[in-house]
């Protein structure tokens, strides 16, 4: 399953050249993850999000949000942000901070 490039290059470019990144394909697309735990990613041209139990309904009232559903199985703590919904840098940017900071308090794998 093809992802969206340009909304992966976006996202490298907003990490920057953080050495505990590392990139995984997962879920059809491609996913960062920060000492081990995703943080964000691309399937096909959504943005994925791990925002954690506790910020999931702050997180889907946002313009796009929507909750990430493996088939038959939502994942609370993650969400789906449609593409067009991340189109301005400063909302993608939100959003990426917003996953990099919810796996930075998860311990290492």
């Known amino acids: 399953m093809a992802y969206d ?15 505990d990144i590392t ?4 879920f059809g697309g491609i996913a960062f993850l ?8 691309v399937s096909d041209d959504n943005l994925m999000v791990r925002v954690g139990s506790d910020a999931t309904e702050e997180a889907l009232a946002r313009p796009g949000a929507r909750i990430f559903d493996m088939p038959g ?4 703590g993650w ?7 991340v189109a301005e840098d400063d909302v ?3 959003w ?3 996953g990099h900071a919810f796996a ?3 311990p290492p794998k």
């Not at 340009?6 to 953080?18: H, M, N, P, S, Y």
Request: net charge positive.
């Open 5 to 19: 490039q340009g909304l992966a290059e976006r996202i490298r470019e907003r990490l920057g050249a953080d050495p």
């Open 23 to 26: 990139e995984k394909r997962m």
């Open 34 to 41: 920060l000492r081990g735990n995703m943080a964000v990613g």
């Open 73 to 76: 199985r939502p994942m609370r």
């Open 79 to 85: 969400v789906v942000v449609a593409g067009s919904a």
């Open 92 to 94: 993608l940017g939100e």
């Open 96 to 98: 990426i901070d917003e």
């Open 104 to 106: 930075a308090g998860l």
